[in-house]
Every structure is written in C-alpha cells, then in structure tokens.
C-alpha cells in the first residue's frame, strides 16, 4: 500500500475516534445483551480488540493466535470485577488512549516480541478496558450476564482482528494490516491527547 494511501486511511479513521460509551459516566444497562453490545459502542476498544487480534496473527506462531487474545479477556474480566467492586486503577483513560496507540504500532511495524512480554502488554492494557467497563456499571445484581456478553463479544472483536490479518496474508497484502495498526495508532494518538 502506497504511503499516501496509508496516510489517508489513517486520517478517517483518526476522525472517527471520539470517546467511547464505556467509559466511565454512562448507562451500561445490565445483563448479557448489555454486555454483549458494550465493547463495540466505542472506537477506542473495538480497534484494540482488533489490533490484538491483527498482532497475533503477524506473530507467525500457533500459541501467539491462542495465547495474545486470552492475554486480553481474561486480565480485562479481572479488570471489570476491580472496577465493579470499587478498586482504583490510575489513569484508566490514559491506559486505555495508550493501548490504541501502542497495539496500533506494533501491528504496523510488524513488532515480534518474546510470547511473555507480548502477553505482558496485552495483559496490561485489558485490564484499563475491563476496569472502564466495570466501573460504569450501575447496578450489580446482573454483573456476571453482563461480564459473559461483554467476555464474548470481546473474543468475536478479537477472531475478526485474527481474520482481518489472515485475509491479508491469502491475497498477499501484509501492508494492509500494517496499514490499519497505523490507522489505529492515529486514532490512538488522537484519543490520548482529545
């Protein structure tokens, strides 16, 4: 893909980002179907929930496709039940602004790290997403629906990141994915300092 075209694709998605409803402030609703739809009302998750899934797959490893989304929904559930319970985690915006840009750029240059410390980042990163989700939650009583649609449709945002990238490697366009980790990294820079 031409610079130029990389560059454009990247300013329309940038101009796409704003804040997402899971943020802190808004009415989640309650139960699965709540939960469900709660990870794609916002630019910011659905395009790191996809990154994830572009990542793993530039991996070029079977235990990286399983390994870097589990890294994702299982510290993002933990980080749903911290702020459903009231715990504190510092900068959650930031964290979250900060997992578009970085997951967006190592998806666009292609960054292979060692397993550990690539689920390391990932891990880290979930748990900002999961903590915004469990903090708006305004009632309780349905959290465990809610956290099961929530875990689910974060694992479908996920396959289709998985076969956005394998889509790109049957029709031999590997710059495509690296076009939209640069993409995502715009609007990742763009959330951060919105």
């Given at each position: ?76 559930a ?10 504190a ?49 305004p ?38 994915a690296?076009?939209?980790g ?13």
């Amino acid at each position: 893909m031409k610079p130029s075209r990389t560059l454009i694709v990247s300013a329309i998605l940038a101009g796409l980002a704003g804040p997402a409803l899971a943020h802190t402030g808004h009415d989640a609703g309650s139960g699965f179907a709540a939960g469900f739809a709660h990870p794609f009302g916002g630019l910011d998750h659905l395009l790191a929930m996809a990154a994830v899934g572009l990542w793993a797959m530039q991996q070029n490893s079977r235990r990286a496709l399983i390994l870097l989304p589990a890294a994702f929904v299982l510290p993002m559930a933990l980080g749903f039940m911290l702020g459903l319970a009231g715990v504190a985690l510092p900068a959650v915006e930031t964290g979250i602004a900060l997992s578009v840009l970085v997951l967006g750029l190592l998806v666009a240059f292609a960054v292979r790290l060692p397993l550990a410390a690539a689920t390391a980042v990932t891990a880290l990163f979930a748990l900002f997403h999961g903590h915004a989700h469990g903090t708006e939650l305004p009632q309780a009583d349905l959290a465990l629906t809610y956290a099961a649609g929530m875990v689910f449709a974060t694992a479908l945002l996920h396959a289709a990141g998985l076969m956005a990238a394998k889509l790109t490697q049957k029709i031999a366009l590997p710059s495509l994915a690296r076009a939209a980790g640069a993409a995502c990294a715009v609007a990742g820079l763009v959330i951060l300092v919105g």
